[in-house]
């Protein structure tokens, strides 16, 4: 079956250093992957996507690579801040889906920068 | 993008009622998308609602329990029905606008069931 990871356990860092951020994934054919940020009681946020075809995207101060031999993407935030504390979902749309591109969610990674 | 707003933003029921959700965007959409994010995990897909056609429900999810209206291309209303505790949870009405790829979320509605 198809499956979506994402580290469980909260990533704790320090204001400044870079936050890397996992999502794997198995039995998938994804044309996208995207990450999203959710703050406690919000919504997600759409922050990136990436395409099957593309290794690495930009903006600001998140990178995302995507490598589809791996089944794997990480996210990075570089000189990361507080402000950047909250959980980030990955999210797979895969060609073919029934319900026609919808988006399945990994299970979310927290990360808590201390200053 | 869009701007999606949900009401009620929360709510405390008791078990064996129903309550609906209603979902309002600030552009006509095509997709609309219920999920449920229960406490501690990410989130689920409910439900497919498009305009003008039956809602396309994902396994584990019934139309009888989780009627959906989609009236017209910028309202949309999900109904927790015959509620038990197992419904509490964070209910969030999601578009994708323009046919894009991107999935914008509402602010969700939370729900504890006593």
């Known amino acids: 079956s198809q499956k979506i990871e994402q580290n469980s356990e909260a990533l704790n860092i320090q204001e400044g250093k870079t936050a890397t951020l996992t999502c794997n994934y198995t039995n998938y054919s994804p044309a996208y992957l995207q990450w999203y940020r959710q703050d406690p009681g919000r919504g997600p946020v759409f922050l990136l996507l990436?395409?099957?075809?593309?290794k690495e995207k930009r903006k600001e101060r998140l990178k995302v690579t995507f490598d589809t031999t791996l089944k794997q993407s990480l996210f990075h935030i570089t000189a990361s801040q507080p402000a950047d504390s909250a959980t980030y979902l990955c999210?797979?749309?895969?060609?073919?889906?029934?319900?026609?591109?919808?988006?399945?969610f990994g299970g979310g990674t927290r990360l808590m920068v201390k200053p | 993008s869009a701007v999606i707003s949900q009401k009620p933003s929360r709510d405390i029921c008791q078990r064996g009622t129903s309550l609906t959700i209603q979902c309002q965007v600030d552009?006509?959409?095509?997709?609309m998308f219920w999920y449920r994010q229960q406490p501690g995990q990410s989130l689920t897909l409910i439900a497919t609602a498009n305009q003008g056609s039956e809602a396309t429900y994902e396994s584990g999810f019934v139309i009888d329990k989780f009627p959906i209206s989609r009236p017209n291309l910028t309202f949309s209303t999900l109904t927790v029905s015959n509620m038990s505790p197992e419904d509490s949870s964070i209910y969030l009405c999601s578009v994708k606008p323009g046919g894009g790829e991107t999935q914008y979320f509402g602010p969700g509605t939370r729900l504890l069931v006593l």
């Open positions: 999210a797979l749309d895969a060609i073919g889906n029934n319900a026609g591109n919808m988006l399945t």
């Open positions: 552009s006509q959409v095509t997709m």
């Open positions: 990436i395409r099957e075809n593309e």
